[in-house]
T-cell receptor
Framework: GENVEQHPSTLSVQEGDSAVIKCTYSDSASNYFPWYKQELGKRPQLIID?????GEKKDQRIAVTLNKTAKHFSLHITETQPEDSAVYFCAATATGFQKLVFGTGTRLLVSP | DAGITQSPRYKITETGRQVTLMCHQTWSHSYMFWYRQDLGHGLRLIYYSAAADITDKGEVSDGYVVSRSKTENFPLTLESATRSQTSVYFCASSGRGAYEQYFGPGTRLTVT
């Protein structure tokens, strides 16, 4: 079945810097790759997603890129702010496209 | 976010007891999911349901039972709680399977 690996597990940046989180997946049939942000004590919230027929998608300061050949996708956050501090999870569709497999999360800390 | 709720939000129970966690959504989403979140493991799927009376196992289903008699409700039962089931449990729903899942606020369960 699908396996998703996520790196790094923790990432510390200074306010204003960029942050990049990377994920790899194993099932070449996966076609949907969402990213979730989870603030401390809160629920995971969908912040951006990308389909397999698109190479890049942007939404203000966040962007996601997908390399289907290498089976990896990345989250890019530019001009980071303290409120970007959270745990970020990537995910990919599992066989049958009815469910997701999540990575183990990246804790992002943005220092003022 | 008020469209998906979970109860109770916090629960302490003893080993061997049966406990049921409730999930309710008002979006009429056909898909509903139960995940557990543990440090270092991210979000792992316990069970999911594609529609009323249709359920299927996820990767960590042992010791859990689900039912779905109504589209809007998806209760999760721990038949005989064990300490290893101490976790934060999240319910999610989606109109389209793996795509655009929205999470409830979570239930923190402690088994003593």
């Amino acid at each position: 079945g699908e396996n998703v690996e996520q790196h790094p597990s923790t990432l510390s940046v200074q306010e204003g810097d960029s942050a990049v989180i990377k994920c790899t997946y194993s099932d070449s049939a996966s076609n949907y790759f969402p990213w979730y942000k989870q603030e401390l004590g809160k629920r995971p919230q969908l912040i951006i997603d990308i389909r397999s027929n698109v190479g890049e998608k942007k939404d203000q300061r966040i962007a996601v890129t997908l390399n289907k050949t290498a089976k990896h996708f990345s989250l890019h956050i530019t001009e980071t702010q303290p409120e970007d501090s959270a745990v970020y999870f990537c995910a990919a569709t599992a066989t049958g496209f009815q469910k997701l497999v999540f990575g183990t999360g990246t804790r992002l800390l943005v220092s003022p | 976010d008020a469209g998906i709720t979970q109860s109770p939000r916090y629960k302490i129970t003893e080993t061997g007891r049966q406990v049921t966690l409730m999930c309710h959504q008002t979006w009429s989403h056909s898909y509903m999911f139960w995940y557990r979140q543990d440090l270092g493991h991210g979000l792992r799927l316990i069970y999911y349901s594609a529609a009323a009376d249709i359920t299927d196992k996820g990767e960590v289903s042992d010791g859990y039972v689900v039912s779905r008699s109504k589209t809007e409700n998806f209760p999760l039962t721990l038949e005989s709680a064990t300490r290893s089931q101490t976790s934060v449990y999240f319910c999610a729903s989606s109109g389209r399977g793996a795509y655009e899942q929205y999470f409830g606020p979570g239930t923190r369960l402690t088994v003593t």
